[in-house]
């Protein structure tokens, strides 16, 4: 399934994830062409991709374009999150035209829109709604997880014409599992003062996991393990931030907030730790293993709506082990689920004398604003304020 990166050898491997996430959907298109494969896009991290690997199809995450637009206003609320509206987008303008499918997860009501949206005005020849539960800590839902997960099985073999052994799905858990042990690896890399690499490395590598054929990612992250045991010391002494939000797939933020002078050493984020801090435990059933998987990754606001226990934890156990000294929490502009939990969020983190700043995001990120709010916060945090 594996597609040669035609890349030169000699360039740094983080700029090749770079160039990869920021021309996806040529990498996507020119997959496609070689392997004679299909490609589906999926709106939410909590899709089992790993049903889609296994029969031989790319799953790419839809992100949005970041550019002014009013093409999405008949079809979905402007009152919806900036992320729902610019994916939706995206779709409408035909930057996604290669895509075979589409696929949703049962998440918050702007995702479910755009997906329901996109089936009605953007020819695809697959489009299926994955229904997962939102009560992830209940004892029903492990229960019930694996029969939707055999459901989207059903329904990839029947739109493909084949099956999809369990061998299939044993090979697509480990090829996973491989990517999330890399990226979590490298992410400990993060722990020292200064960080081994950059809040916005980090971002471009698991921003290009979600579009990239898993094997090809996993041969990269393998090149930077080896590429950053080389590189020479950079500036210590930086506040290390913590970023906390929504979707973060806008990378030119990440790159104001460093710029401001912070180093964001680790994120709780569905394009971030999120996306890939837990592995499948193999078991003798490979939907068990998927299901299980997904419902105990670390939870957003939208599925964790018995209690906040786990993502209190994962949150608390993150600012402690990368040494965090101010958070950033980053909100989608009228991201309901997210801006319901600022407060509690906040509150754990008080606890531990870990200050924070809310950024509100739209489509379009005003850099003059956002740095100086960034510059204006890390200099009350040196004056000790």
């Not at 999150?81 to 610019?86: F, G, V």
């Not at 969020?345 to 509100?360: F, G, H, P």
Request: with cysteine; proline share 4%.
């Amino acid at each position: 399934m594996s597609v040669e990166i035609k890349k030169s050898q000699a360039m740094d491997v983080f700029e090749r994830f770079r160039q990869t996430f920021d021309n996806r959907h040529d990498y996507a298109r020119e997959w496609k062409k070689r392997t004679g494969g299909r490609v589906v896009g999926y709106l939410c991290t909590y899709v089992p991709e790993e049903i889609l690997y296994a029969a031989n199809i790319l799953p790419v995450r839809i992100f949005g374009g970041h550019e002014p637009q009013d093409i999405t206003e008949p079809h979905i609320w402007n009152m919806f999150c900036a992320y729902s509206r610019d994916c939706l987008a995206q779709g409408l303008l035909g930057r996604y035209s290669y895509l075979d499918g589409i696929v949703a997860a049962n998440g918050c009501q702007h995702i479910r829109q755009t997906h329901d949206s996109w089936q009605r005005h953007i020819p695809i020849s697959f489009s299926y709604f994955f229904y997962m539960t939102t009560h992830v800590q209940s004892r029903a839902a492990h229960a019930c997880l694996p029969d939707e997960v055999r459901d989207f099985r059903t329904a990839v073999e029947e739109w493909t014409g084949k099956a999809i052994s369990d061998d299939a799905l044993n090979r697509a858990i480990e090829v996973f599992n491989t990517n999330r042990r890399l990226m979590k690896d490298l992410y400990e890399l993060r722990k020292s003062d200064p960080p081994m690499l950059s809040g916005l490395e980090a971002l471009e590598m698991v921003a290009a996991s979600m579009v990239m054929e898993k094997e090809d990612h996993n041969r990269l992250l393998e090149q930077a393990k080896a590429e950053l045991k080389k590189r020479s010391q950079r500036e210590a002494g930086k506040v290390r931030v913590m970023m906390v939000g929504s979707e973060m797939d806008d990378l030119n933020l990440m790159h104001i907030l460093e710029a401001a002078g912070a180093s964001v050493v680790v994120d709780d984020s569905c394009v971030g730790t999120r996306y890939f801090w837990n592995q499948a435990e193999m078991n003798s059933d490979p939907i068990l293993s998927i299901s299980e998987r997904y419902l105990n990754k670390p939870p957003c606001p939208v599925y964790d709506i018995t209690g906040v226990r786990r993502r209190k934890e994962h949150i608390l156990t993150l600012a402690h082990e990368y040494n965090v000294q101010t958070c950033v929490l980053i909100l989608q502009k009228f991201c309901e689920p997210h801006e319901m939990s600022i407060p509690a969020v906040q509150s754990w983190l008080k606890e531990r004398d870990i200050s924070t700043l809310v950024l509100e995001t739209d489509i379009t990120i005003s850099a003059g604003q956002v740095g100086t709010r960034i510059e204006a916060h890390l200099e009350m945090l040196d004056q000790g304020e």
